[in-house]
């Protein structure tokens, strides 16, 4: 063959002898037999040309591009979503663990790996498409053929941009694939600029106890009743009333007249109903517990008239009755013997109206009830007092006794706190009405004596009693117990909730957020995705008419075997080396082209000497579009 002669005739290639020695040498030694067997190896068999051949796809190549690039700009996309969605995720969790940290750090690394590779993937992809077309367009030498198919990789790109400035050969190919270089290394790096989107934040402060009233402290059991702190509850209940209201008509406005602020008036059937939440803290502001107060009093009149009563109930009069004919009959027997008496001693005993508390000698309620006489009248208001609990998480339900903070009755004798106490028998408490209203105006006492003075003239003679007057008395018993509970709710020692009452200080924290710009952070997804459409779209515009081959190294090795087949024997020489003697054996340029299929087939593309650069359509693909990328 005359190329072969001049292979061996020029000086650089005249090595080759020995590798053609060595390959023969070792085809022979695959003929030996083996000693640890003792049967010969056949020989390889050589293939055949005369086989059957699969037909050739090549014309489903642009399918299985656009198949290639959606795969990979899926993955991308993928990635990208749920790494905004780990993102939303962990910004909303205030504050993040030490766990949940490093969780945020595992899954931040990994997805913005997995966006990495897709676009690596897919910037690579577009590199071995775009090696045909810049093939087809020009000729080249081997070298440079070398270094336009390995372009996909960031080094073979690089590698041909400094060979071509090294030459100073710098051409449309430079420029294109200088253009290739940048894109894959941006591409394949812009997922780092997430991390200018978020931020984890470290907050320090100091992390306040949730504190609860002390009720069992020594200032609330042993000090409630005494003389010194009567004066300032009774103050408090005075000028909590909210407004004055002595001279108009008791039913006007009656839920505003008889509202407090920061507890709740409910008016039921016949009853006046306060409650309040009782209060927590954090540091040094009020927060609402999960236990309710409930102060619930009904009130009706009793008429006394010539040793006998009558009871008022929802405007009837029902009597009269004797001393024993009610259950609290020592009650009622001795309060409205006070009220019935001649004796001057006890009419300056009952002089104006006066409260009382029924007590037993022993200490023991015989009855929660309070008893409020109307001045120069026979009439007294009788009122049933009670104290409730309730939580929050079943409104329901009530508390027992025993778990209950408050004692039922107890706190309504706060009625009674500095005012002179004096009665009978040590089973009642009478309280004179000198000493109550000088803690109950200007609202309480006018209104008391207002309503009081109902019961004479015409309305006595008529036997009725106006409407709501009921509800206002009620109110004034109701709301004492409920005001000395939220005065004292913030007066009172405290104790921290928890396993350590005595903590009452607050511990330094440092609390770790995750700060996410999400300008920002649909800026780079705009921009990564953005840029992929685009970099499919100019490939595909490029590539637009070639036949694009996969990116296999069996089909490339099949493209150069017309090249490569020139001379023998260099299955051991270096890509520099091998090019290097290609060029020398072909004296000519080669580029990318096709040309006519045998008997009429499909056309053959080829890397050789005067192809053809225009790449017609497959016959079976006659009425597609001469689109092949």
Not at 83 to 103: A, D, G, Y
Not at 155 to 180: E, N, P
Not at 547 to 552: E, M
Request: with cysteine.
């Amino acid at each position: 063959m005359p190329s072969l002669r001049l292979l061996r005739e020029s000086s650089p290639l005249r090595t080759i002898s020995y590798s053609q020695i060595l390959s023969k040498s070792l085809d022979s030694l695959q003929t030996l037999p083996t000693t640890h067997t003792g049967s010969a190896k056949k020989p390889m068999p050589k293939g055949s040309t005369k086989r059957p051949l699969k037909p050739s796809s090549s014309d489903n190549q642009p399918r299985r591009n656009a198949v290639a690039l959606a795969q990979r700009f899926l993955v991308t996309s993928f990635a990208l979503a749920l790494l905004t969605i780990c993102l939303w995720k962990f910004s909303n969790i205030r504050p993040l663990s030490k766990w949940e940290q490093r969780l945020f750090n595992t899954l931040s690394i990994l997805l913005t790996g997995i966006a990495s590779l897709g676009l690596g993937s897919l910037s690579g992809h577009l590199g071995s498409m775009l090696r045909w077309p810049l093939l087809s367009r020009t000729v080249y030498q081997m070298k440079d053929v070398d270094l336009i198919l390995g372009m996909s990789q960031p080094t073979g790109s690089l590698q041909l941009i400094k060979r071509h400035i090294r030459d100073r050969r710098i051409s449309r190919t430079t420029f294109i694939v200088t253009t290739y270089l940048m894109a894959n290394l941006i591409g394949r790096s812009s997922v780092a600029v997430f991390g200018l989107a978020y931020n984890m934040t470290d907050k320090t402060g100091i992390e306040d106890p949730i504190l609860a009233t002390n009720w069992t402290s020594a200032l609330w059991t042993n000090q409630i009743y005494s003389k010194e702190t009567a004066y300032p509850m009774k103050d408090k209940y005075g000028s909590a009333h909210g407004k004055d209201t002595s001279l108009s008509d008791p039913m006007l406005d009656l839920e505003s007249d008889l509202r407090v602020s920061n507890a709740t008036l409910k008016l039921g059937a016949n009853t006046t109903t306060y409650s309040y939440e009782l209060m927590d803290f954090k540091g040094g502001h009020p927060i609402p517990s999960n236990r309710t107060v409930y102060s619930t009093v009904s009130c009706s009149i009793i008429e006394v008239h010539e040793g006998l009563y009558w009871r008022w109930s929802n405007g009837n009069r029902t009597g009269p009755f004797d001393w024993g004919e009610e259950s609290v009959a020592i009650v009622t027997e001795t309060l409205l013997w006070g009220l019935n008496a001649t004796k001057g001693t006890h009419r300056a005993l009952w002089r104006n109206h006066t409260m009382s508390f029924p007590v037993m000698a022993n200490g023991s309620h015989v009855s929660p009830r309070i008893y409020i006489k109307c001045p120069h009248s026979e009439f007294s208001w009788e009122c049933w007092p009670t104290l409730t609990e309730t939580v929050r998480a079943n409104e329901s339900h009530e508390i027992q006794p025993l778990k209950a903070i408050f004692h039922p009755t107890g706190l309504y004798r706060l009625l009674t706190l500095g005012l002179g106490a004096s009665g009978g028998s040590g089973r009642l408490v009478y309280l004179k009405d000198s000493h109550l209203s000088a803690f109950m105006r200007p609202a309480p006492e006018n209104r008391i004596s207002q309503i009081c003075s109902e019961f004479s003239g015409p309305r006595y003679q008529n036997k009725t009693i106006p409407a709501g007057y009921h509800f206002w008395i009620a109110g004034q018993a109701a709301r004492l117990p409920i005001l000395a509970i939220m005065n004292a709710n913030f007066k009172l020692p405290r104790l921290a909730r928890g396993p350590t009452p005595n903590q009452i200080s607050g511990t330094a924290y440092v609390h770790t957020t995750l700060d996410v710009d999400w300008l920002r952070v649909v800026v780079v997804v705009a921009s990564i995705t953005g840029g992929q459409i685009l970099a499919i779209l100019a490939v595909l515009y490029y590539c637009n008419g070639v036949y694009t081959r996969d990116d296999s190294y069996l089909a490339t090795a099949e493209l150069l075997k017309t090249v490569i087949n020139r001379f023998d024997g260099g299955k051991l020489m270096t890509g520099e080396e091998l090019a290097t003697s290609l060029d020398n054996v072909l004296g000519v340029s080669v580029s990318y082209g096709t040309r006519m299929g045998q008997d009429g087939g499909p056309p053959e593309v080829d890397l050789a000497y005067g192809l053809d650069a225009n790449f017609p359509p497959f016959p079976q693909k006659k009425q597609a579009s001469r689109n092949n990328c």
